[in-house]
């Protein structure tokens, strides 16, 4: 059994290692790219809530500490698949594009009484995107296409202990350390339209990153009674330095379509450059009910109702680009994120004579919605990512196991108050998979020969 699992976690951690993350957003051309979009099922069927979901068969890589939350023996290994279908809009001109993605991999653990850890990889930024504008010139009209590619992953690793655990209150502390890796280039080509427009002017600007990066967080739970609790959690990412390199070449082309034919005009060769990330805080609330829900008869249910609620912030006017000693200002504003979601399960002890359950009373149902405003703005005006999501937790029922399979959607838009400019309508479908050993098959458990 831990053969298997070790043999699909290196095979799945080398196949997102090499994945093509893709976007097919205009706005993944500023800094690094685009980092939102690509939820994992879990956490963005909730709103996006992703700092206060801490349960026992979920891997949260996203508050590193939840990892000593997991259930004790029972290792955990998670991935999930992430899809976003746009249709982009301006004025008369309608746009699709879609992108699909594995959002991460990873494996948690929880071990002694008090401690947790996890590693894995996933994505940090991606860059995708394709327009172009015209500008006359004289009698003739200049066309300037504008295209993005590339991505960037995280490597990480994470740790988290208890610093008060009695029992009714308990306040875990965890940090994540990871390595952020990978290239991005933006390429403009220029060329003239009508009966010469086979050659033209090509400009590549190609970023390498290879970065130290950590973050860290701190979940506070109170049990209020036997039916009430909550928990107060929060992350923190400081103002760090990405380190890397960056190259600028600019050809001629003798036929703008072909790389093959490209001239070099001029070439700066690998350029020390970094970048300055913004700070970010994240403050979340979760509050559990559980209840006894009468079933048939005699018999009865012990369910649950969770609200998760939480708020961003990003300072992103400390975002910068330096290059040979040139800082680049992009004029980012701060930003701030709200997210709200409930989680109604059923049936929470989804464990018990699980061969023999009712898998719709087993399911886990997720709902909730989110506000963001982006970082950049179109004429002075604010750009607003706003949605809803929903989604299923839905348990494998076999030997008690603590698999299960999480499914997300979320239907959103992203655009300002003036309708003529660019705005976004999208949809997200995200698939999750969790794996943990069945009861009989836990790791670190004495075992007593009769």
Do not use: C
């Not at 036929?255 to 690998?270: D, E, F, H, K």
């Not at 239907?411 to 995200?430: C, H, P, V």
């Amino acid at each position: 059994m831990l053969n298997r699992i070790l043999s699909a976690f290196f095979i799945g951690f080398g196949f997102l290692a090499v994945a093509q993350v893709t976007s097919t957003s205009p706005y993944s051309y500023y800094g690094l790219g685009e980092m939102e979009g690509m939820e994992n099922a879990t956490f963005g069927a909730l709103g996006n809530s992703t700092i206060t979901y801490f349960d026992s068969t979920v891997l949260n890589y996203n508050n590193p500490a939840s990892y000593n939350t997991l259930g004790k023996g029972q290792p955990i290994f998670s991935t999930g698949l992430s899809s976003r279908m746009s249709n982009y809009y301006q004025g008369e001109i309608k746009n699709f594009n879609k992108s699909v993605t594995l959002n991460h991999f990873a494996f948690g653990l929880s071990f002694g009484k008090y401690f947790g850890v996890a590693v894995g990889l996933k994505p940090y930024s991606r860059r995708g995107y394709n327009f172009y504008d015209l500008q006359g010139v004289g009698s003739d009209t200049l066309k300037h296409s504008y295209s993005g590619e590339g991505n960037t992953n995280e490597a990480f690793i994470g740790f988290s202990t208890d610093l008060i655990h009695l029992k009714k209150i308990r306040l875990s502390v965890g940090s994540n350390i990871g390595y952020v890796f990978g290239n991005i280039s933006n390429t403009r080509m220029s060329n003239l339209v009508g009966s010469d427009s086979s050659s033209g002017g090509v400009y590549i600007t190609k970023n390498e990153l290879k970065a130290i990066h950590y973050q860290f967080g701190m979940n506070y739970n109170q049990k209020l009674n036997e039916q009430n609790e909550f928990s107060l959690s929060a992350v923190y990412e400081p103002t760090q330095d990405f380190f890397g390199y960056q190259s600028n070449t600019m050809y001629y082309a003798p036929l703008i379509s072909n790389p093959l034919s490209y001239v070099t005009l001029t070439a700066t060769g690998l350029i020390a450059n970094h970048f300055k990330v913004a700070p970010t805080t994240t403050l979340g609330l979760n509050y559990r009910f559980q209840f006894t829900d009468i079933k048939k008869g005699n018999q009865s249910r012990k369910s649950e109702i969770s609200v998760h609620a939480s708020f961003n912030t990003t300072d992103w006017t400390k975002f910068k680009s330096i290059s040979e000693g040139v800082e680049k200002d992009y004029h980012f504003q701060a930003t701030t994120k709200t997210t709200i979601g409930l989680q109604y399960s059923p049936e929470i002890f989804n464990n018990d004579k699980a061969a023999n359950g009712n898998i719709l009373e087993k399911t886990k149902y997720r709902f909730g919605a989110y506000s963001y405003n982006l970082p950049f703005t179109q004429n002075n005006l604010n750009i607003v990512d706003k949605g809803l999501t929903i989604g299923l937790g839905i348990p494998i029922l076999t030997q008690r196991s603590q698999s299960s399979v999480n499914l997300g959607f979320a239907f959103g838009n992203r655009g300002t108050s003036d309708k003529t400019l660019l705005a976004e309508k999208y949809y997200s479908i995200n698939i999750g998979l969790t794996f943990a050993p069945s009861i009989f098959e836990r790791w670190f458990v004495k075992r007593k020969l009769d």
